[in-house]
């Protein structure tokens, strides 16, 4: 008969953590993207980007009142950046951040 120690606990935080990490340096990278592609008049707007981790999820935030309004308003004109600047970031490195969570994890778990 073999000992077998469950330890599950334990995997369930190394999993958290893992995941936690590996979600913010992923969203660290989109944001990085995002404050290419992010509109410019003063710069403002570009330097108030920021990554946020709160409990169980990791924030992307631009951090100034009239953020929501460059990202979302299609009808402005932008001589550098251009709206969806976070959206289109996001979208195209989605994918690439669960990969990363599941070959960290799967890595960690390995051993």
């Known amino acids: ?5 469950w330890n599950g606990e334990a995997i ?3 999993i ?4 936690m990490q590996a979600m ?19 710069g403002t707007l570009r330097r108030s980007g920021t ?4 409990d169980d999820s990791v924030v992307i935030l631009y951090n100034v009142p009239y ?11 932008h ?8 959206e289109d970031p996001y979208n195209r490195n989605k ?3 669960i990969q990363l969570a599941k070959d960290r994890i799967n890595s960690a778990l390995r051993g």
Not at 1 to 5: E, I, K
Not at 25 to 42: F, R, Y
């Open 79 to 86: 001589i550098d950046g251009k709206a969806k600047f976070l």
């Open 67 to 77: 953020a929501e309004k460059q990202h979302e308003d299609l009808s402005l004109s």
């Open 16 to 19: 958290r953590r893992i995941s």
């Open 24 to 42: 913010h340096d992923g969203a660290e990278h989109i944001l990085t993207e995002s404050i290419n592609e992010c509109p410019v008049e003063s």
């Open 12 to 14: 369930e935080r190394l």
């Open 1 to 5: 008969m073999s000992d077998l120690t």
């Open 95 to 97: 994918d690439r951040v």
């Open 51 to 54: 990554v946020i981790d709160e």
